[in-house]
T-cell receptor, first 114, second 111 residues
Framework: DAGVIQSPRHEVTEMGQEVTLRCKPI?????LFWYRQTMMRGLELLIY????????DSGMPEDRFSAKMPNASFSTLKIQPSEPRDSAVYFC????????????FGAGTRLSVL | GQNIDQPTEMTATEGAIVQINCTYQ??????LFWYQQHAGEAPTFLSY????GLEEKGRFSSFLSRSKGYSYLLLKELQMKDSASYLC????????????FGKGTTLSVSS
């Protein structure tokens, strides 16, 4: 299996621009998670889906952030408009109940908002 | 709420043994995970404990005491490649399958 695939790996954008991060989970996994990692706050859960349905989005910082999962093999995290404080590494992870809920992480997207 | 504490940094030498502690406070505890994260890379799964006791996996072992809200990760025969951040994460029934991560312990192994 190719593992969790995220794109792009790096994104540099200017304040106010829209940013879209993409994730392809491991085939057969029914849970998908979006995390944000910064030095100050560590690894924070933003939102997670089960069978394409958002279950908990309490970690989404504000209305500028939105996430979708239109099908079992694709999810997006969108920031509009982006701000410098959104600069972080964004990870996507997936898991399955039959795999003891162990989460497998993608390589991450390093976002820099100037 | 939930709270997870781990030391920020630790240092050790090659061949030594190091123990990384993690204390947590949560209601409805449903498992503790350890992940390894090398600089600039993604976290990778190391171990999982849901019952009290020691889980051994090669050079790495993880221990859990649910009554004390305490876990440790034991790394034996340290190698330079073990230099990384080690993240403790807790799952609770209230949060479903979501994990709450500690801020991680950065381990530096020197020769």
């Amino acid at each position: 299996d190719a593992g969790v695939i995220q794109s792009p790996r790096h994104e540099v954008t200017e304040m106010g621009q829209e940013v879209t991060l993409r994730c392809k989970p491991i085939s057969g996994h029914d849970y998908l998670f979006w995390y944000r990692q910064t030095m100050m706050r560590g690894l924070e859960l933003l939102i997670y889906f089960n069978n394409n349905v958002p279950i908990d989005d309490s970690g989404m910082p504000e209305d500028r952030f939105s996430a979708k999962m239109p099908n079992a093999s694709f999810s997006t995290l969108k920031i509009q408009p982006s701000e410098p404080r959104d600069s972080a590494v964004y990870f996507c992870a997936s898991s399955s109940r039959t795999g003891a809920d162990i989460q497998y992480f993608g390589a991450g997207t390093r976002l820099s908002v100037l | 709420g939930q709270n997870i504490d781990q030391p920020t940094e630790m240092t050790a030498t090659e061949g030594a043994i190091v123990q990384i502690n993690c204390t947590y406070q949560t209601s409805g505890f449903n498992g503790l995970f350890w992940y390894q994260q090398h600089a600039g890379e993604a976290p990778t799964f190391l171990s999982y404990n849901v019952l009290d006791g020691l889980e051994e996996k090669g050079r790495f072992s993880s221990f859990l005491s649910r009554s004390k809200g305490y876990s440790y990760l034991l790394l034996k025969e340290l190698q330079m490649k073990d230099s990384a951040s080690y993240l403790c994460a807790v799952r609770s029934y209230q949060a479903g399958t979501a994990l709450i991560f500690g801020k991680g312990t950065t381990l530096s192994v020197s020769s």
